[in-house]
């Protein structure tokens, strides 16, 4: 039985698509391990030697959780000089040095420590590092000492104000590199499968939250960048606990509201060019947007190759601020406020984008860009800083 001619000439289609994919995954990422290998088994050997440190390792007078709790507070709040009891007062886009930040310095710490001995398991295939990041896993999500409860009540608090934010949810992004570190070493045979329900149980646990509390409809429903790390990291922690129903809500809500909603025409991202600090906003939100795209695309649903009605795509995202990574002389608006000179490094949409659409100018820009960036403020903003695990 002949096929009609549109479907043949569809399935085709789909099996050209299916075959680039692929290729260009095989051809990159061999690519990207030679030329991260020498880095990554350097920072595994430090990885190796890291023993966990957890939230409830340091606390703060200002916090109203207890141990178990995760705190941090809102980056540019700042005492009142008038009267040291007053509320904070905010500087947009001015960094408090002497707010708390143990627990979010913690977390990183967790996330490149994982990502660390991930990406140097899959190149050696030596179970020494699964062990190591099992021991750090089972720290923050299951010993009854350690662990960090499944939510984040009190993060981004500003003194005087809230002892609590939705606007602070963007303090786990660090948590996405731990999940797709783990996703990355889950079908390792001796890999204690308890334990892996254990750690599943807990995101499960704080996606529930993640997806009711009233901070978490706040976040989701925020109009820049803290709307799309909500996305991103709900699509992580569903990807990772294998919640079909989220990864299909948040997919949807890349498509139908991230996209239309904060990109332009031109794939400028407008309300991050409106902060006073426009740049690094910018990388940062289209970072995330890459990620998203890296963790839900498939071949049946390519978020990746997928455009609005208006024309709005993550590939033109990608062309509009490439050329300002490549140059950032070039950039055309205000400098920003802080950290001017610390950005771009090696970003994550340079990397998942040179792999999903096979350009070799943005890989090209993304190996002479900092690989291990210094300036905490950053680091913070840099959540994937291990591409083999993602690839």
Same mark, same amino acid.
């Given at each position: ?9 569809? $399935?085709?289609?789909?099996? &050209? !698509? ?8 095989? @051809?990159? =990422?061999?690519?990207? #391990? ?71 310095l913690a977390m990183i710490r967790f996330s490149r420590i994982i990502g ?24 923050? $999500?299951?010993?009854?000492? &350690? !662990? ?8 981004? @608090?500003? =003194?005087?104000?809230? #002892?609590?934010r939705g606007i602070g949810i963007i303090d786990t992004i660090q948590l ?99 902060? &006073? ?16 795209c890296q963790i839900l695309s498939t071949p049946e649903n390519d978020l ?88």
């Amino acid at each position: 039985m002949r096929l009609p001619v549109i479907l043949l000439m569809s $399935f085709l289609m789909s099996c &050209t !698509m299916i075959h680039k994919i692929t290729g260009a995954n095989s @051809a990159v =990422k061999k690519d990207i #391990t030679s030329f991260l290998s020498t880095q990554v088994l350097a920072e595994a050997q430090w990885a190796l030697q890291q023993e966990p440190v957890t939230v409830t390792a340091r606390s703060s007078v200002r916090s109203a959780g207890g141990k178990h709790d995760f705190f941090s507070e809102g980056d540019y709040w700042w005492p009142n000089p008038k009267s040291v009891d007053s509320p904070y007062i905010q500087k947009d886009g001015m960094t408090n040095p002497e707010n708390f930040t143990f627990h979010r310095l913690a977390m990183i710490r967790f996330s490149r420590i994982i990502g660390a001995l991930a990406s140097a398991y899959q190149i050696t295939g030596d179970k020494r590092y699964i062990q190591k990041a099992l021991q750090h896993c089972r720290a923050w $999500f299951i010993d009854p000492e &350690t !662990m960090m409860n499944p939510n984040l009540l009190y993060a981004q @608090a500003i =003194k005087g104000r809230f #002892t609590g934010r939705g606007i602070g949810i963007i303090d786990t992004i660090q948590l996405i590199e731990v999940v797709q570190g783990l996703l990355a070493m889950q079908e390792v045979s001796g890999l204690d499968p308890d334990l892996l329900i254990d750690i599943k149980n807990w995101f499960s646990q704080y996606l529930k939250w993640l997806t009711t509390h009233p901070y978490a409809q706040d976040e989701m429903n925020a109009a820049n960048n803290h709307g799309t790390c909500w996305v991103m990291q709900v699509a992580a922690f569903a990807k990772f606990t294998d919640n079909k129903e989220l990864m299909t809500f948040c997919s949807n809500r890349f498509k139908n509201v991230l996209l239309p909603n904060q990109m332009e025409k031109d794939g400028s991202l407008p309300l991050e060019l409106k902060r &006073t600090k426009p740049f690094g906003y910018s990388i940062f939100n289209l970072d995330a947007m890459a990620t998203i795209c890296q963790i839900l695309s498939t071949p049946e649903n390519d978020l990746w190759h997928y455009t609005t009605a208006d024309g709005k795509s993550i590939q033109k995202g990608i062309q509009f601020l490439y050329p300002f990574v490549a140059d950032k002389k070039l950039w055309p608006y205000p400098k920003d406020v802080m950290y001017w000179d610390d950005w771009p490094v090696a970003q994550p949409f340079l990397v998942f984008g040179a792999n999903a659409f096979n350009n070799q100018n943005w890989l090209s820009i993304w190996k002479q860009l900092d690989h291990n960036p210094k300036t905490e403020e950053v680091i913070r903003n840099l959540p994937v800083r291990h591409p083999l695990i993602w690839l």
